[in-house]
């Protein structure tokens, strides 16, 4: 006996099969798996750039709290701000938001290990951490709506294809961040050490730390809008704003 569909998870391959009708789903995960990596980038940028560029590596942990902890305050506070404007207008003003940060911190981090210097990246890294609790949260919030949406088109729930496909984006996507940083860092010509008890690098590998925290992610977050602006225009009818 054959099983019916339903949300059980399928091989990427058939589930891709299933899911390639629905165009709302592909624009909508392909700004997330950009965004994914942009954040990926900047995470494993954080302890270079902590100790080459701020002036120690014990300042990594800061980083890392001040892009993630506020995570906790802004999360409900977007979800507010979805119901009352809408989540995709409120997913693309973090998205900008989080770019424009992102390239905050080239002049920022990069004008010295001074106190001011260290002060204002962990400032602008507290406002993207704000940013990033939105593209945690919002993007899986659109996501169900591109499923019921395929139901409603097919006549068939296919949740688990959708799912699948899903999951499979966030891991490429938090995946290829750290790998393009490394290859990026050996094209600069970084010297390989412990961080705890860095050498000297050159100008060049400087500067490629520097871009990895800052310019990249924010470029990164740039390249996702047109897909957010091809999932706004391809979502069906039912799926406009509501809370």
């Excluded at 919030?141 to 699948?164: I, M």
Aim: aromatic content about 8%; proline content about 7%; overall charge positive.
């Amino acid at each position: 006996m054959r099983s019916r569909p339903g949300p059980e998870p399928l091989g990427l391959v058939p589930a891709f099969r299933t899911a390639r009708g629905n165009r709302a789903f592909f624009a909508l995960l392909a700004s997330f798996v950009l965004q994914a990596a942009a954040v990926a980038i900047m995470l494993a940028a954080a302890p270079y750039v902590a100790t080459y560029r701020l002036g120690g590596y014990g300042l990594t942990s800061v980083l890392f709290v001040c892009l993630v902890a506020p995570s906790a305050v802004a999360v409900p506070l977007w979800a507010k701000a979805a119901g009352r404007w809408g989540r995709l207008r409120c997913l693309t003003i973090a998205t900008c938001g989080y770019a424009l940060g992102a390239a905050a911190l080239l002049p920022a981090a990069g004008s010295g290990s001074d106190t001011t210097a260290v002060a204002t990246t962990l400032a602008l890294c507290a406002l993207l951490g704000i940013c990033y609790a939105a593209l945690q949260v919002l993007p899986l919030a659109l996501l169900p709506d591109t499923v019921h949406a395929d139901s409603a088109r097919t006549g068939q729930v296919q949740s688990g294809a959708f799912t699948g496909l899903w999951t499979a984006g966030e891991t490429v996507g938090l995946a290829a961040g750290p790998g393009a940083y490394s290859i990026a860092l050996a094209a600069t010509g970084f010297v390989s050490s412990t961080l705890d008890h860095p050498v000297a690098q050159t100008a060049t590998a400087r500067t490629g730390i520097l871009l990895g925290f800052s310019l990249v992610p924010a470029l990164l977050m740039l390249l996702s809008l047109p897909a957010l602006r091809a999932y706004g225009r391809r979502r069906a009818p039912r799926e406009t704003e509501t809370p």
